[in-house]
């Protein structure tokens, strides 16, 4: 089957109905005409600074209406986008820029402050920049030309005559990878098309639907969010203060929202935190869950507490995959709980033995994939990709069986990942940001079962001489260089680590030290 | 100890481990300044019901209550003088 460009989605909902809203922020209100037009708006000035087809450029902001109208905005011009996470250091978005390659950068001002020249001096292939709104303060080399709204502002609104295939790329989504270094997940047009019809062959989305987004866009589950929604004309209404759970499900309330879609921890944190059980929504319907394994009690806990017309749909995916490969059908969550489901219409997720035969009931295996949804690859990384990808399949690292019904539960993670919040860390780039440390002589991390995040970070530190570091040291070394949600919530000093007999350290062991 | 130096020192001892330099002001948002994330929120309050014998309702979650130091203050001060 051929698929349009994923850009194409949002001129058809604007076509359909351009006073329809799209976005909600605040008090501000965004159109599907006034995005369709504000996307080509900066599709035209990308165009007219140079930017060509399969170029490439970033993106870093915050949720918000100008991430939107900016991601598509880049896509329209032929580019591929390049999504950066606003949360990470400077020299973790500094490196990610340079891996990419990326022609331009488009960021919000809020978000760049005054490292805009630290970002971007050294970077060989930028030639431009666009914010929203120009600081004299920044002083870029001379060859990045720099460009704000009011630039845009004065160019056409009608879509730019670029023409995009399927297989283009379309995004890159940097993930933390199991070597330590991120890795740049290549979606094409095709892939992240694919998986919005497939996640619309399950989920019932429409246009009547008000979503409230407190996932960010630059993530997988968040993009897809965006995607299914501006697919049918949907709305999003955009929340990023879900540190204060309060005040996002007031947003619920007044903005009469339909559909919240959550990590574990979300509704970990509503539940707890909240009156999210007692509140009465009566506007809502559907409730989705990815990104981690949610406990089977928070799952009955929901179940019990939401009224029969809401329906909670359970689900699982990977940013290799676009977003989604299986997900619980509602009606069947009852009977269910504890497992990730079935394939997505599209997708055939299997679990197989380690000769590529399908495991039996019982039998456990690693989960693979194949569907349109599957990535390309690693982004300049043959070798990784090699490691994930064989004759189309994808290897998703997660070990897993089949019950009698053929549905699907997790019960490992083959790869050293941890999933704490929404957010899939390397256990190794904590490693070694600890390892630097003078006075450490080894060190490892492992997550541990937590009831709000799903796995909390904890690092196990073998100091040189007992006491000669500190707790705080340690995590004030972590905060320079890695995002909040890489710090570990805890830090154990040990005499030593348990090994195999080949010298390897043996972190089931460690997880047992966690237990006492 | 003053309380405004109190709730900095936790601030600065518990999410920045001893470093001043980005708590800038007392009216900077610790959200948007990346100084404590959602998690951060929760150990914040947990830390104001044990430290400063307080009860914190859900509804009482909001950043004008908790999102700068300023905001604390007059949080704290209030809740302290209602009981």
Known sequence: ?516 | MELREQIRSYIIENFLFGDTTPLTGDELSLLDNGIIDSVGVLELVAYLESDHALTIEDDELVPENLDSVDNLVKFVARKHSVV
Not at chain 1, 144 to 164: E, G
Not at chain 1, 172 to 201: D, K
Not at chain 1, 327 to 339: A, D
Not at chain 1, 385 to 409: K, M, N, P
């Open chain 1, 1 to 516: 089957m051929n698929h349009r460009p994923i850009h194409d989605l949002l001129t058809e909902s604007a076509d359909r109905a351009a006073d329809a809203v799209a976005l909600t922020h605040g008090q501000t209100d965004v159109t599907y005409g006034e995005l369709e037009a504000r996307s080509n708006r900066l599709a035209h000035l990308l165009r007219d600074r140079g930017v060509r087809r399969g170029d490439r450029v970033a993106l870093l902001a915050e949720n918000g209406c100008d991430y939107v109208a900016n991601y598509f905005g880049i896509l329209k011009s032929g580019a591929c986008c390049v999504s950066l996470n606003s949360q990470n250091k400077l020299s973790t978005n500094r490196e990610l820029l340079t891996d990419s390659g990326a022609v331009g950068l488009v960021a919000r001002r809020a978000q760049i402050r005054s490292a805009l020249p630290d970002l971007v001096n050294g970077q060989s292939d930028l030639r431009l920049v666009h914010t929203d709104q120009n600081d004299p303060a920044w002083v870029l080399p001379p060859q990045i030309a720099f460009s704000d709204d009011n630039d845009a502002a004065q160019c056409p609104t009608q879509r730019p005559d670029i023409s995009v295939a399927e297989h283009d790329l379309c995004t890159i989504l940097y993930t933390s990878g199991s070597t330590g270094s991120p890795r740049g997940v290549t979606l094409t047009h095709r892939n992240l098309a694919a998986n919005t019809e497939q996640i619309l062959a399950y989920l019932p989305v429409t246009a009547e639907d008000s979503v409230l987004v407190v996932l960010p866009f630059h993530y997988s589950y968040g993009k897809s969010l965006l995607l299914t929604h501006v697919a049918v004309g949907g709305r999003l209404v955009i929340d990023n203060r879900f540190a204060y759970p309060q005040a996002v499900l007031k947003t619920m309330v007044e903005q009469r929202v339909t559909s919240l879609a959550g990590v574990p921890s979300t509704y970990a944190i509503l539940c707890a935190r909240t009156e999210f059980l007692r509140t009465d929504l009566p506007h809502l319907r559907c409730l989705t869950q990815a990104g981690g394994a949610m406990s089977p009690a928070l799952t009955r806990r929901l179940l019990a507490g939401l009224p029969d017309r809401v329906k909670l749909f359970v689900m699982y995916g990977q940013t290799e995959a676009s977003a989604r490969l299986a997900y619980v059908p509602s009606e069947q969550l009852p009977e269910k709980i504890g497992s990730i489901g079935i394939g997505i219409p599209g997708v055939e997720l299997t679990v197989r033995r380690p000769d590529g035969g399908e495991c039996d009931s019982g039998e456990v295996g690693e989960l693979v994939a194949r569907g349109a949804n599957i990535m390309r690859g690693y982004w300049n990384d043959p070798a990784e990709t090699a490691l994930v990808i064989e004759d189309g399949l994808l290897h998703t690292g997660d070990l897993g069986r089949y019950d009698d019904d053929g549905f699907i539960t997790i019960v490992d993670r083959a790869k050293n990942m941890i999933k704490a919040g929404a957010n899939r860390v390397g256990a190794k780039e904590i490693e070694d940001t600890i390892a630097e440390i003078e006075g450490v002589v080894e060190v490892s991390v492992i997550g541990v079962p937590d009831e709000l995040l799903g796995e909390a970070i904890e690092a196990f530190v073998v100091p040189v001489r007992p006491d000669s570091l500190t707790e705080k040291q340690i995590l004030a070394h972590c905060r320079d260089r890695l995002a909040l949600y890489k710090l570990p919530r805890v830090i154990r000093f040990v005499d030593a680590l348990p090994k195999s007999s080949a010298g390897k350290i043996v972190k089931a062991e460690l997880a047992k030290l966690t237990e006492r």
